[in-house]
């Protein structure tokens, strides 16, 4: 074992002298009076071994022994991680003992007396390799596969594989040949680096299938695909963390994994408060159940910070090789950038834009190359939808965090902090915001065959009737009411009915906050049937007149149970208004 | 600074001399640890091999390179106990109201985060009777929350009334670079309401060095800790003013020849800040620490690197802002945010609260635009004038600070203006709440 003494501390980066060979992001441990700190080498300079500790420094002296690991920052993957609570480095907290984190002190990820119902999923004889399914319990009532590990090279034959029965978690299940004839024991947990992306699958298509998240401006607007990359820019305040918990309840997915990174630590406590009680609606189980947290908070320690998105990542491409739909998010990637960015500072690296390291672009775009969808190599899909919130400094979207996360991904949700200050939530700017997968045929032929082939055209038109009244409200802004011709009103407040009833959506509130794929279909076809009827107006209080009250209707019917008397009575209000006005218009022809 | 024979360690040849720190050799030393050179406390911030930079807290003026250095081998720390009620203390932790000496257990400052599974999450209102708080900025016990005022806006004035009326255990007054006078009010005000016994003070004015402000959040919640976790109190925390934090923060970071990310500031702003604000919590056995802070714009610029990443950190912020039209100071509700209202409003308060706060203030974002118009030279319709004079109203009789009322009364207030000056339809709340609660 390669061995070593600190030279130098300068907060949590310490340098040390190694006395045998290093590996980069090897792992190392700090003896520091009783415990043991936990630190990652991040860079080698001749003698010097540089690594960041993921704990507080303080006390620690030069001269304090340090015992290199000879292994990466590994994860532990097995059944019984979801409704998990982890910190970045996959400790559990609900283990950790008293009210305080102390430094040094770890905790277990898996349950290691924990019993599991195991069903071979493979006979004896297989050719399998890494990340072949060998077996399967239930976890939570999914699917959760034994695999061959990710780390097996090469093709292995199956040797021995137990009978469908209650193994413990450490117990051999199978027992592996390699080429060269040596025997190899598999139990249900094997370890994997979080820095390295896992590849056991045969390819990575393009998305095509719908996620619905119950959001009507990312169903209806722009669309996020299963196995798609999105991101959510927005000053503070405008909805990003809103947002998210909104996708994680509501999204079409078997696993949810939400990485709280260097946010605030009653948001996540929310999470912890409020999962364990709220159903997924579309399995009745709670949703704590098909969830999985990573919680650094910001006053967690800054490395650890940086370690946690990844430890996300590998969590979910672990049950992606499963077969599961995966929705990761991370709130909020700039602060991972920003930890980045501590560290190369305190390392004196060149420094690039605002501050932060020169390959930030190339960091933040492998991270969010390993989500997709993938065929496995038993030709089952899996995926990981991925969703990272970005805090752009000042909220000028025009800063290195925003720029190289705008290239990696393909929806773009930009939260407007006039959107914002009106109250106009989700304040998600409908016209600055995109989906690049309306344009994949693929994703139409998903619709066409999901039975609502108007979807992408619906979304299209919406956006063309919303970016009018944009510009109809900028000439109203320029010329005054009665300075510009009364279409122009009738083009304004077309545009505000979409917002009000389509875009705005109240997160707290219980029928609001969720509206599921038909309802929606229903509300924009209505929405479209009231857009397109010809109408004549001859003062543009006649305008807004009708709209208001179409508008209040139409909230009701937001606000009630779908197909529920309340919905239907608020329906005919607004069948009612618009038949009185087109015969209104009708006489006067 | 009590110290220990056994720990001191003697030096006498110090190498450099900047405006914060000084370095020297010097071997068997802590990170973070504590040191005396001559008669200033200092703490070291950077070691490598037997060189050894100290960060001078008041200033190295005067520092000679053969003036002793003494390494204390500790951390900073503080005495807590129930004497500490009613005290008025330094950023060392020192009396300075003349009183004895603290007697109680000593605690290192800037302790490890609460375990995030420990927490529970907030849910008791604080009640101020200023409606730009309470009707739409509800603050929570457990929340923090910074005001955010340019120099010339009454916040401390605003703070002291909050504190008062906040039904709390003890309020802890953490004052950085805090005039006399403004010390003096605070002293006054506390004096004045009889509420001395449950005011903790740890002070440094601008008469004290800048850089012994770092030490002021830990001091003043590390006390908080004392109070929440053994006591089961609830406890205000009042910071004020961060900016002058942050800005010895960078005078520091500056002096060590750092990279400075926006506005000079340190690159782990984002990480020191969070670090104080996060002390912020509710604990299961009702204690609790409450963050009430004060971050002082330049003429209003919330862009700027410090309110940036304090908004980013905080559960809110409250933005003070003077109405020209009513002539009074307003709790601005479009830049205003409570994060943690929704815990509370609605159902700690009547049904109602969430819809008449969104409403009201969608109506006064309507005015606004009405006003833009206005100002443009073009004609006002029914509908505007009708806005704006719903907004004059609403400023006047919610959003000014010297409004001290109950909940419910805010709520009839803001039903009586919605009667008043619009229809139905046009406040966009739910139906069944308008049956029962219009003022037609
Ligand atoms: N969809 C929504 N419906 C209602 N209120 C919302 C919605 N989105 C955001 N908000 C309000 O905005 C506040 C800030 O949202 P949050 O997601 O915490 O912002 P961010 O993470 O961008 O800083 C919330 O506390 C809530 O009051
Ligand atoms: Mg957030």
């Known amino acids: 074992m390669t061995k070593g003494t600190v030279q130098g501390i300068i907060s949590n980066l310490v340098l040390v002298k190694a006395d045998g060979p290093v590996a980069q992001n090897e792992i190392c441990y700090l003896l520091h009076e009783d415990v043991r700190l936990m630190a990652e080498v991040i860079k080698i300079v001749g003698e010097t071994t540089y690594v960041q500790v993921f704990d507080t420094t303080r006390g620690v002296k030069v001269g304090t022994v340090v015992e290199f690991s000879n292994s990466l920052l590994e994860v532990e993957l097995g059944p019984g991680i979801l409704s998990k609570n982890y910190d970045g480095l996959q400790n559990d907290l609900n283990k950790m003992e008293g009210i305080f984190l102390q430094k040094g002190v770890g905790s277990p990820p898996l349950e290691k007396d924990s019993k599991w119902l195991f069903k071979p999923l493979a006979n004896v004889g297989d050719k399998v390799k890494a990340a072949s399914w060998l077996g399967e319990v239930s976890e939570n009532g999914l699917p959760h596969k034994i695999m061959v590990p990710f780390k097996f090279e090469g093709d292995f034959e199956i040797l021995s594989l137990v009978k469908e029965g209650e193994y413990g978690l450490y117990d051999t299940i199978a027992t592996l040949k390699d080429h060269k004839g040596l025997e190899h024991s598999i139990t249900m947990t094997q370890k994997w680096p979080v820095k390295l992306s896992v590849t056991s699958y045969k390819n990575k298509p393009r998305p095509s299938k719908l996620m619905e998240t119950g959001v009507r401006t990312v169903d209806c607007f722009s669309p996020m695909l299963v196995g798609g990359t999105g991101f959510v820019p927005g000053p503070f305040g405008s909805g990003k963390t809103v947002f998210q918990h909104a996708l994680s309840k509501q999204a079409d997915a078997d696993v949810v994994i939400v990485a709280a990174c260097g946010e605030r630590a009653n948001e996540v406590v929310e999470i912890f408060w409020e999962f364990p009680t709220l159903e997924d609606y579309r399995t009745g189980r709670k949703l704590m159940e098909r969830t999985v947290i990573i919680a650094n908070t910001s006053n967690m320690p800054v490395a650890a910070r940086e370690a946690s998105v990844y430890t996300a990542m590998t969590l979910g491409e672990y049950y992606r090789a499963m077969g599961l739909k995966v929705l990761l998010l991370a709130d909020s990637t700039s602060r991972w950038a920003q930890a980045l960015r501590e560290m190369s500072n305190r390392l004196e690296d060149l420094p690039g834009p605002d501050a932060f390291p020169m390959d930030l672009s190339a960091i933040i775009a492998n991270f969010y190359a390993r989500a997709g969808i993938v065929e496995l190599n038993n030709g089952k899909m899996g995926s990981i939808t991925f969703i990272g919130t970005v805090s752009p400094a000042g909220g000028n979207l025009k800063e290195p965090v925003t720029e190289s996360t705008k290239k990696a991904t393909r929806c773009f949700y930009a939260l407007a902090q006039k959107r914002a200050d009106g109250k106009r939530y989700p304040a998600i700017d409908p016209i600055m915001s995109y989906s690049k997968y309306l344009e994949y045929p693929e994703f139409k032929e998903y619709m066409i065959g999901a039975g609502k082939p108007d979807w992408i055209d619906n979304a299209y038109k919406m956006k063309n009737y919303v970016q009018r009244g944009s510009e109809a409200a900028d000439q109203i802004n320029i010329l005054g009411d009665d300075g510009v011709p009364v279409e122009y009103h009738l083009h304004y407040w077309r545009g505000e009915l979409i917002d009000f009833v389509i875009l705005q959506q109240d997160a707290f509130d219980k029928i609001d906050k969720m509206c599921p794929l038909d309802r929606q279909k229903y509300m924009v076809d209505l929405v479209l049937w009231i857009c397109a009827k010809e109408m004549n107006f001859t003062h543009f209080e006649e305008v807004s007149d009708l709209f208001k009250k179409v508008i209040n209707a139409m909230k009701q019917m937001n606000y009630s149970e779908y197909e529920s008397p309340d919905f239907e009575k608020y329906a005919e209000e607004v069948s009612r208004l618009m038949t009185e006005k087109v015969e209104s218009v009708e006489n006067v022809a | ?440």
């Open chain 2, 1 to 440: 600074m009590e110290t220990s024979q056994a720990f001191q360690k003697k030096i006498t040849e110090i190498e450099d001399i900047n405006k914060a720190t000084c370095t020297l050799r010097a071997t068997n030393v802590g990170y973070d640890e504590l040191a005396m050179v001559g008669n200033k406390l200092a703490q070291v911030v950077k070691i490598i091999g037997d060189k050894v930079t100290l960060q001078v807290f008041s200033g190295t003026e005067g520092i000679k390179t053969n003036t002793e250095v003494v390494f204390l081998g500790k951390s900073p720390t503080i005495k807590v106990g129930e004497d500490m009620a009613g005290r008025f203390f330094n950023a060392l932790g020192e009396p300075i109201d003349g009183g004895p000496e603290l007697q109680g257990e000593t605690r290192e400052i800037g302790g490890p985060s609460v375990n995030p599974v420990r927490r529970i999450q907030p849910h008791r209102l604080i009640p101020t009777g200023i409606a730009g708080i309470d009707l739409n900025n509800t603050l929570v016990a457990g929340q923090k929350i910074p005001f955010f005022a340019d120099a010339d806006q009454p916040y401390n004035q605003v703070m002291a009334m909050v504190a008062l009326r906040a039904k709390v255990d003890k309020i802890i007054l953490g004052g950085m670079g805090l005039t006399n006078d403004d010390f003096l009010y605070y002293k006054s005000v506390f004096q004045n309401e009889g509420a001395l016994d449950r005011i903790i003070s740890f002070v440094n004015t601008t008469q004290n060095p800048p850089v012994e402000r770092l030490l002021i959040p830990d001091m003043a919640l590390c006390a908080a800790e004392y109070f929440a976790v053994d006591k089961n109190e609830s406890v205000l925390v009042l910071l004020t003013d961060m900016t002058l934090f942050a800005d010895a923060l960078s005078i520091v970071s500056n002096r060590m020849d750092q990279i400075p990310s926006k506005d000079s500031m340190p690159g782990s702003l984002y990480s020191d800040l969070a670090r104080i604000y996060e002390k912020a919590v509710q604990f299961p056995d009702g204690g609790s620490i409450t963050i009430v802070a004060v971050t002082t714009l330049s003429e209003g610029d919330i862009t700027h690197a410090i309110p940036d990443n304090t908004g980013y950190i905080t559960e809110g912020q409250l933005f003070l802002r003077k109405d020209t039209e009513i002539g009074k100071v307003v709790v601005d509700p479009f830049r205003s945010l409570s994060r943690l209202k929704q815990l509370v409003i609605g159902k700690q308060t009547r049904e109602d609260h969430p819809q008449v706060m969104n409403s009201a203030i969608r109506l006064y974002a309507d005015a606004a635009n009405a006003r833009t118009k206005m100002e443009n030279g073009f004609d006002l319709s029914d509908y505007d004038e009708r806005t704006l004079a719903f907004a004059k109203e609403y400023s006047n009789e919610l959003l000014a600070i010297d409004v001290n009322i109950e909940i419910e009364s805010m709520l009839n207030t803001g039903w009586r203006l919605f009667a008043k000056h619009f229809k139905q339809e046009e406040i966009g709340v739910k139906q069944e709440l308008i049956d029962k609660y219009w003022k037609g």
